[in-house]
Structures are given as C-alpha cells and as structure tokens.
C-alpha cells in the first residue's frame, strides 16, 4: 500500500506548522532522515534530531516562512496524524548542500548544530498533489540561496 499523500494532508501540515500572521512560500512533501543516527539524540537532545535518530527516513512537509524552515513530520503509516512539527531558523542551517537529481528530484543535506540531515523532495507529486512540483523547486531555490550566501561568507572570511 503506497503513501495518500495529498491537498488535504497538505492541508493538515499547513494548519499544524504555520501561526496566525505566518506567511509560507511553499508546501512540498518529501523525506528527511539523519546521517548522524544516535548522534542527534546526544547533540540534539530530543528536538529535532531525537524525533528521527536511528530510523529510516520521516514523511515531513516543508514549509519555508520568512524567517524559518517549518518541517511538519507526518505519521509513518496515518499520514493525516501530525507527530512533530519543527521550526529551524535560517541562520542555524549550515553546510547546506543542494543537488539535483535525475527524474526531478532535489536532495539537500545541512547541518543544524552537529547533526546532519538529508532532504529529499521529488517533483513528481501526481495528480493527488498538485502543484509538488513548482513547490519542490521554490524550496530548493531557497536552499541553494542558503548554500550560495555560506560559500559566499566562507571566501569573504578567508580573503
């Protein structure tokens, strides 16, 4: 049985993520899973990196803001259930790395703190959640900002 990711869980994310007077840019489902396993439940003590250290990858929606990442983490087998959501400044991600892959999908690793995380976002949403793609490239646009704007700090601090 394949996930039901669709508007209306979409719609649960964005109601359990975003506050009144929140503006988002997008909305994209994807999977996050930690590189660094027990590491973040010692570094991160139970917040973001506990809620994903030592498991597979977590079904979240990403809903950037203006000043933060949202990443809404929805149930592994009831992905109408919400389990956690967390916010994450800008300013805290760090070693953000954007690629792209074949077929439309966009893989982002950062850093928040000392732990590691690895994003994956496909553009291929079907008909069940329209607008995936055009979400999926505005919220990799923004991370590739991040990783411009750090490489750019990186040859500042080192001339």
């Known amino acids: 049985m394949g996930l039901k990711i669709n508007d209306e869980i979409k719609n649960i994310a964005l109601g359990a993520a975003l506050r009144p007077g929140d503006s988002y840019k997008a909305a994209a489902f994807g999977t996050l899973s930690s590189s ?3 590491w973040a439940l010692i570094f991160f003590g139970g917040a973001l990196g506990g ?3 030592g498991s597979a990858n977590k079904n979240v929606f ?3 803001t203006d000043n933060t990442i949202k990443l809404v983490q929805l149930g592994t087998w009831n992905t109408s259930k919400v389990e956690q959501v967390f916010d994450i400044p800008y300013g805290e991600l760090t070693k ?3 690629t792209k892959g074949s077929l439309g999908a966009h893989f982002i690793k950062f850093r928040v703190g000392k732990v590691s995380y690895r994003l994956t976002m ?3 949403g079907g008909k069940n959640l329209p607008g995936q793609k055009e979400n999926a490239q505005i919220i990799s646009q923004i991370f590739a900002d991040i990783q411009k704007a750090q490489r ?3 040859v500042k601090k080192a001339s």
């Open 122 to 124: 496909t553009e291929r």
């Open 152 to 154: 750019a700090q990186k």
């Open 96 to 98: 953000v790395k954007h």
């Open 51 to 53: 809620a994903i250290a």
């Open 62 to 64: 990403v809903i950037p």
């Open 36 to 38: 660094s396993g027990l």
